[in-house]
């Protein structure tokens, strides 16, 4: 099943270190610093992006959805709001969908709806091993290692719906 992230644009931006003084010296520095680390996510990763940004009654934004570099983009319309829009996204998409917010209202409703979920941090980490994959010019590892050999009996178990979060993470 192919997986389609649906980021909150600003959110994401204002809980990276890395992203949120960019943002405080212009909006546009965060959103094109933004784009272009998840332009190099998905050269390694693939999966179908979408980063949601709240539209501004100052600025003009596009109303209809944009892309660059592969990313698509989209803003929210006057008097709508981005976690209004990534919520009829994820309505459509349900378990195809992974949020990427810090919002636990949008994550709540993500959840409600069967999309998995990635707080902003955990996703942070996948970007920069993604970079540093680039950097480096190394395929993607195996993480058999990691996995180990130790079974797990049902008392260790998570809840179905938490180990298909999981799994879905594990994707990114």
């Known amino acids: 099943m192919a997986l389609h992230l649906i980021i909150d644009g600003y959110n994401f931006i204002r809980q990276s270190e890395a992203l949120r003084p960019l943002d405080r010296a212009a ?15 998905k050269k390694i990763k693939r999966h179908k992006i979408t980063v949601v940004f709240d539209g501004s ?16 983009i989209r803003f929210s319309r006057h008097g709508e709001t981005a976690d209004t829009l990534i919520q009829k996204m994820v309505r459509r998409e349900r378990e ?3 949020v990427v917010s810090a919002d636990r209202e949008l994550i709540d409703f993500a959840d409600a709806q069967g999309a998995a979920v990635a707080s902003a941090d955990q996703f942070e980490e996948k970007l920069i091993m993604a970079e540093m994959m680039e950097m480096e010019g190394s395929p993607e590892g195996d993480n058999a290692s990691e996995r180990g050999t130790k079974k797990k009996g049902p008392s260790k178990r998570l ?8 799994k879905k993470i594990e994707k990114l």
């Open 27 to 41: 909006l546009e520095f965060g959103r094109d610093a933004l784009i272009d680390r998840l332009a190099t996510y």
């Open 57 to 72: 009654q100052k600025y003009y934004f596009p109303e209809n959805i944009t892309s660059a570099k592969g990313i698509a």
């Open 159 to 166: 809840p179905k719906s938490e180990r298909r979060n999981l």
């Open 96 to 98: 195809r969908a992974m």
